[in-house]
Nanobody, 123 residues
Framework: QVQLVESGGGLVQSGGSLRLSCAAS????????VGWFRQAPGKEREFVAAIGLSGGSTDYADSAKGRFAISRDNAKNTVLLQINSLNIEDTAVYYC????????????????WGQGTPVTVSS
């Protein structure tokens, strides 16, 4: 098991940038793939980005390609999500999640979730 805490969300103007952080507890964090998901009001939770154990493999939703960048620092038990050129459609609660070994784009395959950090983009 790993406990996750997200931070870095907030209110930002359209076109701005944010860097979300996912801090994990536990000495085996390097054995977990991590994904970022988001859920907008009235919508289902959707995949944003994921990263493998060492950071060498990543995957992005089509909507995230070119604007989002996921990275991890296993020494600090942290995964970052850099978001650039934010637009109103990016408004959502952003969650990080972890699962053993292999990254996935499917939320139900993740066992460990953080509480989420809200991102609001204003025009």
């Amino acid at each position: 098991q790993v406990q996750l805490v997200e931070s870095g969300g907030g209110l930002v103007q359209s076109g701005g940038s944010l860097r979300l952080s996912c801090a994990a507890s536990g000495r085996t964090f390097s054995r977990y793939a991590v994904g970022w998901f988001r859920q907008a009001p009235g919508k289902e939770r959707e995949f944003v980005a994921a990263i493998g154990l060492s950071g060498g493999s990543t995957d992005y939703a089509d909507s995230a390609k070119g604007r989002f960048a996921i990275s991890r620092d296993n020494a600090k038990n942290t995964v970052l999500l850099q978001i650039n050129s934010l637009n109103i459609e990016d408004t959502a609660v952003y969650y990080c999640a972890a699962r053993p070994l292999i990254l996935s784009t499917i939320p139900t395959r993740y066992e460990n979730w953080g509480q989420g950090t809200p991102v609001t983009v204003s025009s």
